[in-house]
Protein backbone atom coordinates (compact mmCIF):
# COMPACT_ATOMS: atom_id res chain seq x y z
CA UNK A 1 0.00 0.00 0.00
CA UNK A 2 1.56 3.07 -0.91
CA UNK A 3 -0.63 5.99 1.68
CA UNK A 4 -0.93 6.55 4.70
CA UNK A 5 -1.99 3.79 7.21
CA UNK A 6 -2.97 4.30 10.52
CA UNK A 7 -4.00 2.00 13.33
CA UNK A 8 -6.34 0.52 15.23
CA UNK A 9 -8.67 2.14 12.59
CA UNK A 10 -11.45 2.05 15.86
CA UNK A 11 -10.43 1.97 19.68
CA UNK A 12 -13.05 2.13 22.45
CA UNK A 13 -11.31 2.75 25.85
CA UNK A 14 -12.80 3.86 29.54
CA UNK A 15 -12.36 7.64 30.94
CA UNK A 16 -9.18 7.67 32.79
CA UNK A 17 -6.74 5.48 30.28
CA UNK A 18 -3.80 5.53 28.36
CA UNK A 19 -3.95 5.31 24.50
CA UNK A 20 -1.53 4.88 21.43
CA UNK A 21 -2.57 5.95 17.83
CA UNK A 22 -0.18 5.07 15.24
CA UNK A 23 0.24 6.83 11.64
CA UNK A 24 2.63 5.16 9.13
CA UNK A 25 3.16 7.90 6.62
CA UNK A 26 4.21 7.58 2.45
CA UNK A 27 7.46 6.36 2.74
CA UNK A 28 9.91 9.15 1.59
CA UNK A 29 7.56 12.23 3.36
CA UNK A 30 9.23 14.04 5.71
CA UNK A 31 6.55 16.34 6.89
CA UNK A 32 3.53 14.60 8.98
CA UNK A 33 0.76 16.05 10.85
CA UNK A 34 -2.06 15.15 13.18
CA UNK A 35 -5.26 16.35 13.02
CA UNK A 36 -8.87 15.45 15.09
CA UNK A 37 -12.35 15.90 13.78
CA UNK A 38 -15.24 16.12 16.16
CA UNK A 39 -18.67 14.88 14.87
CA UNK A 40 -19.82 17.54 12.71
CA UNK A 41 -16.53 19.65 12.23
CA UNK A 42 -13.76 19.87 10.11
CA UNK A 43 -10.72 18.33 10.96
CA UNK A 44 -8.58 20.52 13.46
CA UNK A 45 -4.34 20.83 14.02
CA UNK A 46 -3.00 19.42 16.54
CA UNK A 47 1.11 19.05 15.74
CA UNK A 48 3.40 18.76 12.50
CA UNK A 49 6.54 16.99 12.51
CA UNK A 50 9.46 17.73 10.27
CA UNK A 51 11.65 14.85 9.78
CA UNK A 52 11.82 13.47 13.56
CA UNK A 53 11.59 17.20 15.38
CA UNK A 54 8.38 18.72 16.12
CA UNK A 55 8.22 21.75 14.33
CA UNK A 56 4.31 22.97 15.17
CA UNK A 57 2.58 21.33 18.48
CA UNK A 58 -0.09 24.43 18.68
CA UNK A 59 -2.90 22.42 18.42
CA UNK A 60 -2.28 19.77 20.99
CA UNK A 61 -5.25 20.77 23.65
CA UNK A 62 -3.60 20.01 26.88
CA UNK A 63 -0.33 18.35 28.09
CA UNK A 64 -2.34 15.22 28.15
CA UNK A 65 -1.19 14.78 24.51
CA UNK A 66 1.95 13.84 23.11
CA UNK A 67 3.08 12.86 19.94
CA UNK A 68 6.21 11.05 18.95
CA UNK A 69 8.06 10.65 15.20
CA UNK A 70 11.55 9.10 16.84
CA UNK A 71 12.91 8.14 13.47
CA UNK A 72 11.41 10.39 11.21
CA UNK A 73 8.89 8.06 10.00
CA UNK A 74 6.34 6.13 11.70
CA UNK A 75 4.56 8.60 14.74
CA UNK A 76 2.27 7.74 17.75
CA UNK A 77 -0.15 10.21 18.98
CA UNK A 78 -0.26 9.48 22.80
CA UNK A 79 -3.48 10.42 25.32
CA UNK A 80 -3.22 9.97 28.71
CA UNK A 81 -5.70 10.05 31.45
CA UNK A 82 -8.50 9.89 28.39
CA UNK A 83 -11.70 11.76 29.10
CA UNK A 84 -15.12 11.90 26.93
CA UNK A 85 -14.26 14.65 24.81
CA UNK A 86 -11.30 13.05 23.31
CA UNK A 87 -13.80 11.59 21.43
CA UNK A 88 -13.19 11.86 17.82
CA UNK A 89 -11.65 10.83 14.86
CA UNK A 90 -7.93 10.94 15.02
CA UNK A 91 -6.57 11.95 10.94
CA UNK A 92 -2.75 11.86 10.22
CA UNK A 93 -1.78 12.92 7.17
CA UNK A 94 1.99 13.23 5.00
CA UNK A 95 3.26 15.95 2.47
CA UNK A 96 6.68 15.73 0.61
CA UNK A 97 7.23 19.24 1.63
CA UNK A 98 9.62 20.08 -1.37
CA UNK A 99 11.02 23.93 -1.60
CA UNK A 100 8.07 26.23 -3.05
CA UNK A 101 4.74 26.14 -3.15
CA UNK A 102 2.27 24.12 -1.33
CA UNK A 103 2.69 20.37 -0.88
CA UNK A 104 -0.50 17.93 -0.93
CA UNK A 105 -1.40 16.45 2.23
CA UNK A 106 -2.00 12.65 1.80
CA UNK A 107 -4.78 11.81 4.79
CA UNK A 108 -5.18 8.16 6.48
CA UNK A 109 -8.77 6.95 6.83
CA UNK A 110 -8.26 8.19 10.60
CA UNK A 111 -8.72 6.34 14.19
CA UNK A 112 -12.16 7.09 15.23
CA UNK A 113 -11.49 6.97 18.90
CA UNK A 114 -14.41 6.28 21.88
CA UNK A 115 -14.20 7.32 24.79
CA UNK A 116 -16.99 5.80 27.52
CA UNK B 1 -12.40 31.54 16.60
CA UNK B 2 -13.44 30.10 13.29
CA UNK B 3 -11.05 31.88 10.51
CA UNK B 4 -12.83 29.27 7.80
CA UNK B 5 -16.24 29.26 7.22
CA UNK B 6 -18.94 26.92 5.52
CA UNK B 7 -21.97 28.28 6.40
CA UNK B 8 -24.33 25.63 4.14
CA UNK B 9 -23.61 22.84 6.03
CA UNK B 10 -25.72 20.67 2.91
CA UNK B 11 -26.70 20.90 -0.56
CA UNK B 12 -28.46 18.78 -2.90
CA UNK B 13 -28.86 19.35 -6.73
CA UNK B 14 -29.79 17.42 -9.62
CA UNK B 15 -27.40 15.41 -11.80
CA UNK B 16 -25.74 17.38 -14.40
CA UNK B 17 -26.15 20.61 -12.89
CA UNK B 18 -23.93 22.46 -11.87
CA UNK B 19 -23.25 22.50 -7.94
CA UNK B 20 -21.51 25.32 -6.14
CA UNK B 21 -19.94 24.86 -2.68
CA UNK B 22 -19.02 28.59 -0.88
CA UNK B 23 -15.89 29.04 1.47
CA UNK B 24 -15.58 32.53 3.58
CA UNK B 25 -12.11 33.31 5.86
CA UNK B 26 -11.01 36.33 7.89
CA UNK B 27 -7.39 35.72 7.98
CA UNK B 28 -5.92 37.86 5.61
CA UNK B 29 -2.49 35.93 6.27
CA UNK B 30 -3.89 32.95 4.11
CA UNK B 31 -1.68 31.96 0.90
CA UNK B 32 -3.22 29.30 -0.37
CA UNK B 33 -6.55 27.35 -0.40
CA UNK B 34 -7.43 24.55 -0.71
CA UNK B 35 -10.51 22.22 -1.73
CA UNK B 36 -10.63 18.80 -0.33
CA UNK B 37 -13.36 15.80 -0.71
CA UNK B 38 -14.43 13.31 1.75
CA UNK B 39 -16.12 9.75 1.26
CA UNK B 40 -17.88 7.75 5.02
CA UNK B 41 -14.52 6.24 6.82
CA UNK B 42 -11.97 7.52 4.51
CA UNK B 43 -9.63 10.35 5.03
CA UNK B 44 -9.93 13.50 2.99
CA UNK B 45 -8.95 14.09 -0.69
CA UNK B 46 -7.01 16.59 -2.07
CA UNK B 47 -9.81 17.55 -4.75
CA UNK B 48 -8.12 21.55 -5.97
CA UNK B 49 -6.09 24.72 -5.15
CA UNK B 50 -5.20 28.27 -5.90
CA UNK B 51 -2.75 30.62 -4.88
CA UNK B 52 -3.61 33.65 -3.05
CA UNK B 53 -2.42 35.45 -6.38
CA UNK B 54 -4.76 33.96 -8.64
CA UNK B 55 -8.14 34.64 -9.05
CA UNK B 56 -9.20 31.09 -10.65
CA UNK B 57 -7.71 27.62 -11.19
CA UNK B 58 -9.60 25.08 -13.39
CA UNK B 59 -9.20 21.14 -13.14
CA UNK B 60 -11.31 19.73 -15.63
CA UNK B 61 -14.92 20.15 -14.12
CA UNK B 62 -13.57 21.69 -11.02
CA UNK B 63 -13.10 25.17 -10.82
CA UNK B 64 -12.43 27.24 -8.04
CA UNK B 65 -12.89 31.26 -7.56
CA UNK B 66 -10.96 33.47 -5.30
CA UNK B 67 -12.16 36.78 -4.34
CA UNK B 68 -9.64 38.38 -2.00
CA UNK B 69 -10.85 41.43 -1.43
CA UNK B 70 -14.32 39.50 -0.05
CA UNK B 71 -12.19 36.97 1.58
CA UNK B 72 -14.40 34.27 -0.11
CA UNK B 73 -13.72 31.46 -2.16
CA UNK B 74 -16.34 28.98 -3.99
CA UNK B 75 -16.00 25.62 -5.94
CA UNK B 76 -17.89 24.72 -8.91
CA UNK B 77 -18.99 21.45 -9.99
CA UNK B 78 -20.25 21.11 -13.66
CA UNK B 79 -21.83 18.85 -14.79
CA UNK B 80 -22.21 17.54 -11.47
CA UNK B 81 -22.60 13.56 -11.24
CA UNK B 82 -23.63 11.19 -8.28
CA UNK B 83 -20.06 10.48 -7.47
CA UNK B 84 -19.67 13.69 -6.53
CA UNK B 85 -21.28 13.17 -3.31
CA UNK B 86 -19.69 13.76 -0.68
CA UNK B 87 -18.30 16.03 1.88
CA UNK B 88 -16.59 18.84 0.83
CA UNK B 89 -13.96 20.55 2.93
CA UNK B 90 -12.66 24.01 2.69
CA UNK B 91 -9.26 24.70 4.20
CA UNK B 92 -6.42 27.22 3.73
CA UNK B 93 -2.75 27.70 4.98
CA UNK B 94 0.09 29.69 5.78
CA UNK B 95 3.21 29.07 4.37
CA UNK B 96 3.64 25.35 3.73
CA UNK B 97 2.18 23.76 7.04
CA UNK B 98 -1.02 23.39 8.97
CA UNK B 99 -3.88 23.55 7.36
CA UNK B 100 -7.13 25.30 8.94
CA UNK B 101 -10.58 23.68 7.80
CA UNK B 102 -13.95 24.49 7.60
CA UNK B 103 -16.68 22.93 9.00
CA UNK B 104 -17.92 21.03 5.64
CA UNK B 105 -20.25 20.87 3.45
CA UNK B 106 -22.73 17.58 2.68
CA UNK B 107 -23.20 17.85 -1.30
CA UNK B 108 -25.77 15.40 -2.38
CA UNK B 109 -26.13 14.49 -6.32
CA UNK B 110 -29.60 13.55 -7.01
CA UNK B 111 -29.62 11.41 -10.17
Known amino acids: GAGVSQTPSNKVTEKGKYVELRCDPI?????LYWYRQSLGQGPEFLIY????????DSGLPNDRFFAVRPEGSVSTLKIQRTERGDSAVYLCASSSNLAGGVDEQFFGPGTRLTVL | DQQVKQNSPSLSVQEGRISILNCDYT??????FLWYKKYPAEGPTFLISISSIKDKNEDGRFTVFLNKSAKHLSLHIVPSQPGDSAVYFC??????????FGTGTRLTIIP
Open chain 2, 27 to 32: NSMFDY
Open chain 2, 91 to 100: AAVFGNEKLT
Open chain 1, 27 to 31: SGHTA
Open chain 1, 49 to 56: FQGTGAAD
